[in-house]
């Protein structure tokens, strides 16, 4: 069903996706194509029998039945989908399926999709964030949260095909939801970074030693995946950011960049939030503090004033 697969967008994410799927789709082609030129050549290169690098989206649209993208935000998706002389939809797309990945404003998404149903009644225009960072990119192991409904015909074709990239496909009901599912999982584990980091700052305060507190926490109802697999206090678990400068992970202007989603999408369903202001308040100075910018977003801690020892 898929001889012809596009991407677009080869990031920290796209990158290890599109090689995902060339390796695990042996018969396909992937056209790709970049801003920058650099990651194209390199996916080129590692497959150079396979991989084949165009000039524009609207290039890749033209060469693929089934379209990707993976791109930072809103504007960038209107850009790749909707640019009157290079973009997706310039290319005649009927029958073609088209698949954002990236993590954006579920009205954006909606009217690109709009746009896409209204030009070519016979595509499919789906919103499908991820969550697993870089690591889950690289190992294929990323969660799908995927825009339709259970029902939807093409969702067995979907699930083969995210599959080769993920190993959670997640029907969210219908359109936008896997947007709205990605920025409340994100709202929650942002603020699950904050509490703990302030709980174990409470406890290092008072003399506790950091590790008993965590041992006691993972035994208790304070266990959570963030102090598992992300603990924002150094020197605790090996191998997490930060126990390594806070270096990899998802980027802490990532995490403001979701949350901000969440609370924009709390205020358009007319949602109470009690900590959403003060979770966008922390994340935004976080962001812009030169001691944290760029690093994993679980650096909240040390904006915190954490104690790192
Ligand atoms: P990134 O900035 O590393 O990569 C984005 C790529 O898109 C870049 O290579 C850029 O050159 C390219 N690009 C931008 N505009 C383009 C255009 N008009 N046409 C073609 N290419 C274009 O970002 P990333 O970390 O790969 O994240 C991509 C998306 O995935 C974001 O929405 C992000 O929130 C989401 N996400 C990221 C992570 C993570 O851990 N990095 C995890 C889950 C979800």
């Not at 225009?125 to 259970?150: I, N």
């Not at 950091?210 to 992300?230: G, H, V, Y």
Request: net charge neutral.
């Amino acid at each position: 069903a898929y001889d012809t697969i596009g991407f677009i967008g080869l990031g920290n994410m796209g990158q290890h996706m599109a090689d995902n799927l060339v390796q695990k789709l042996e018969s396909i082609r992937l056209h790709v194509f970049d801003v920058t030129r650099a990651p194209m050549e390199a996916l080129v290169s590692r497959h150079p029998e396979r991989v084949v690098a165009c000039a524009s989206a609207k290039e890749v649209a033209e060469n693929s039945s089934i379209i990707l993208s993976m791109v930072p935000e809103g504007s960038h998706v209107r850009g790749v989908y909707m640019d009157p002389v290079a973009g997706v939809l310039v290319a005649d797309v009927s029958s073609k399926i088209l698949i954002d990945c990236s993590t954006i404003d579920a009205a954006t998404s909606l009217a690109v999709r709009e746009q896409t149903l209204s030009r070519y009644p016979t595509a499919s225009f789906y919103d499908a964030p991820v969550s697993g960072g870089v690591l889950g990119a690289q190992k294929g192991t990323l969660t799908f949260m995927l825009g339709c409904s259970s029902t939807d015909p093409s969702l067995p074709l979907l699930r083969d095909l995210l599959g080769k990239m993920g190993s959670n496909i997640f029907a969210c009901g219908g359109p936008s939801l896997g947007l709205t599912a990605k920025a409340c999982n994100n709202y929650c584990s942002g603020l699950i970074a904050i509490a703990t980091s302030e709980a174990m700052s409470i406890g290092m305060a008072a003399g506790m030693d950091p590790r008993l507190l965590k041992q006691i926490f993972d035994a208790s109802t304070a266990q959570s995946t963030i102090l598992d697999k992300w603990c924002p206090v150094p020197g605790i678990v090996p191998e997490v950011p930060s126990s390594n400068g806070y270096r990899g992970g998802f980027k802490v202007q990532l995490m403001r960049k979701d949350f901000g989603l969440a609370v924009d999408t709390a205020k358009r369903l007319g949602v109470r939030l009690a900590l959403g202001d003060v979770g966008l308040q922390t994340y935004t100075a976080a962001m812009n503090d030169p001691r944290c910018r760029d690093l994993d977003s679980r650096v909240v801690y040390r904006y915190l004033g954490g104690r790192e020892d």
